[in-house]
C-alpha cells in the first residue's frame, strides 16, 4: 500500500479518513477475487467474530465457519461448555443449517421462544424417531393463544429435500414450489438440517473453512492469568483449531509470560495475542511466541478505553504501522475494532492486516447468543457489552468473594448494556457477511487485485477530510 501523494502525513488516520484511490484493473468480476487468507487459520474469508461473550457463541460460530469465517469463543466461560460448544460446531453439517425442532406437544409460547435463535425463522416438529411432520413459522404463532400445542397451528407435510441434492437443484425445488425453506432428510426420512433458498445459493459463492478432517473451523481465547499452559493444552485437546491470548493491554509482561506458557505445550495450531497498536508491541509477542497479533485499543463501539484513559491510537495507522512490523518478521496481523462499514473491512485489509476482527456489527444478529428483543417502536435488537464492563467483570468474577467483586466493580471500562438493532433487510450474520464480501471484492477490483495480498500491495490510499468522508455517504431519504 502507498499514500496517493508518496508520503504518510504527519498524524494517525482513522478508517473515516483514507479513501482508496481506483486504479486500472484487468480483474472483470468481483468473482474473480480470492478472499482467502494467509495467516495459517485456514479461512477463506478474512472475518473473525470477536470473542464477545454477547456475540460469539455456537451459533454463530457454526453460520459463520460454514461461510469461511472463524468465531473466537469467549475466555470467560466455564471449560466444560467451551469443550461442549468446540465439540458441537465440529458435528455440523457444512451445507445445512441446523434445524430448531419441536415435539409435537410443545406449546407456540415454546416455537416463538426458539423461532429467533435462527436467520431461517422456521422450526420444524418431529416425531419421535426425528422425522419431520410440519412446519412452523412466526405466523403460523400469531393471534394464536401462546399454550397451543404446535401440532395444531404447523403446516404440516413440508416439501422435503435430501441431503444428497445439489444446491442449484435445492432452489429450482424451492423456486417452483415457493418456499423459502425446506427441512433436509436422510435416507430413512429423518431430519438432518435446514436449507433455504438463499443459502443454496450461499453454498455456491462460499468456501467452509475447514479443519484437516473436513470439519467447520472454531477458535478458542484464553486469558492471560491462572495456568495458562494448562489451559491452552485443555482447548487443543478439546479441538480448537486457533488459540487468541486475550487482554486489553496486550504490550505487558504478564502477556509475554502467557505467551511463553502457551508455547512451552508446542501447540500445532496458530497462535494469536493482543492487543497493541505499535510496531514495538508487535515485535515483542512476535518474539515471545505470537504468529498473529491483535491490533487495536479503544476503537470498539462498546470500548471506553480512550474516554477513560486517553490511551489508543486510531486505528487505520495503528494496523499500517503493525502490519508492516509482523511482515518484515514473516507473521501477521488482526485489525480488531473501529469497522462500521464494508468499506472499514477494505482499508483495514489494504493497510495489511489478514483479517478482520467484528464485534458489535455481528451481535446485532440473530445467530449471536443474546435474546431478541422488541422496543416500543417494534424495532427488533439484541443486548451487547464491552468485555471490560461492570457487567462482563461480574460474570468474570463471579466465583470470588462479593467483597473482591465489589472492588473489582469499581475500574470498569466499557458499556455494560447497549441495544444493537437487528437490520431489517439484513437480520442474519451471512446476510451481513454478503454484504461485507460484496464491497471487498468490488474493492479489490478497483485495485486491481485478484487477491488480499495483491489488494495490500497494489492498494492507492489518500486523506480526506470530514466532509470528504460525508460527500460518499449516500442519501437514502433524498436531500
Known amino acids: 500500500m502507498r499514500f496517493v ?23 472483470a468480476s468481483r468473482y474473480d477475487v480470492d478472499l482467502s487468507t494467509s495467516d495459517g487459520t485456514g479461512t477463506t474469508l478474512p472475518l473473525v467474530v470477536s470473542n464477545m461473550t454477547a456475540v460469539s457463541g455456537r451459533r454463530m460460530a457454526e453460520t459463520v465457519a460454514r461461510r469461511g469465517a472463524v468465531a473466537v469463543i469467549p475466555q470467560d466461560i466455564p471449560f466444560e461448555v467451551v469443550r461442549e460448544v468446540i465439540s458441537w ?7 445445512f443449517d441446523t434445524a430448531i425442532t419441536l415435539d409435537p406437544h410443545m406449546t407456540v409460547g415454546d416455537a416463538m421462544a426458539l423461532l429467533p435463535k435462527r436467520a431461517h425463522r422456521a422450526a420444524f416438529v418431529v416425531s419421535e424417531d426425528g422425522r419431520p411432520l410440519g412446519v412452523v413459522t412466526e405466523e403460523d404463532c400469531t393471534g394464536v393463544d401462546r399454550f397451543t400445542q404446535v401440532a395444531q397451528v404447523m403446516s404440516a407435510n413440508p416439501l422435503t429435500l435430501p441431503d444428497t441434492v445439489d444446491p442449484r437443484a435445492a432452489f429450482d425445488r424451492l423456486d417452483a414450489a415457493r418456499r423459502r425453506v425446506a427441512p433436509v432428510v436422510d435416507g430413512d426420512g429423518r431430519l438432518v438440517g435446514v436449507l433455504t433458498k438463499t443459502a443454496a445459493l450461499r453454498s455456491t459463492l462460499y468456501t467452509p473453512a475447514l479443519d484437516a478432517d473436513g470439519r467447520l473451523r472454531v477458535a478458542a481465547a484464553i486469558g492471560v492469568n491462572g495456568d495458562v499452559a494448562a489451559k491452552a493444552t485443555d482447548l487443543l485437546a478439546a479441538g480448537a483449531d486457533t488459540l487468541v491470548v486475550d487482554t486489553a493491554h496486550g504490550h505487558q509482561d504478564r502477556m509475554v509470560e502467557a505467551l511463553r506458557a502457551v508455547r512451552s505445550v508446542d501447540p500445532a495450531v496458530p497462535v494469536v495475542a493482543g492487543n497493541v497498536v505499535s510496531a514495538e508491541g508487535v515485535r515483542q509477542l512476535v518474539e ?26 486510531p486505528q487505520f495507522s495503528a494496523v499500517l504501522e503493525c502490519a508492516a512490523a509482523a511482515r518484515s518478521l514473516g507473521k501477521h496481523v488482526w485489525a480488531d475494532g473501529g469497522v462500521r462499514y464494508p468499506r472499514d473491512v477494505a482499508l483495514a485489509l489494504a493497510a495489511g492486516a489478514s483479517q478482520v476482527m467484528i464485534g458489535s456489527w455481528f451481535a446485532g444478529t440473530h445467530e449471536s447468543p443474546g435474546d431478541l428483543h422488541v422496543d416500543a417502536d417494534g424495532r427488533a435488537y439484541k443486548e451487547s457489552f464491552g468485555m471490560a464492563s461492570a457487567r462482563a467483570v461480574a460474570n468474570r468474577t463471579s466465583t470470588d468473594t462479593a467483597f473482591d467483586r465489589a472492588r473489582k466493580g469499581l475500574y470498569e471500562e466499557g458499556i455494560s448494556s447497549s441495544r444493537m438493532f437487528l437490520e431489517r433487510d439484513r437480520p442474519g450474520v451471512e446476510d451481513l457477511i454478503d454484504q461485507i464480501c460484496a464491497g471487498v471484492r468490488s474493492a479489490c477490483t478497483y485495485a486491481g487485485a485478484r487477491s488480499l495480498e495483491e489488494l495490500h500491495e497494489y492498494a492507492v490510499v489518500g486523506i480526506q477530510s470530514a466532509a470528504g468522508f460525508h460527500e460518499g455517504r449516500p442519501l437514502p431519504g433524498g436531500w
Open 5 to 27: 501523494n508518496e508520503s504518510s502525513p504527519g498524524y494517525d488516520l482513522t478508517y473515516n479518513d483514507v479513501f482508496m484511490v481506483p486504479r486500472r484493473s484487468a480483474v
Open 89 to 95: 460446531v465440529k458435528r455440523r453439517h457444512l451445507v
Open 288 to 313: 515471545a511466541g505470537a504468529d498473529i497479533v491483535k491490533v487495536g485499543v479503544g476503537p470498539g463501539a462498546m470500548c471506553t478505553t480512550r474516554m477513560m484513559t486517553g490511551v489508543g491510537r
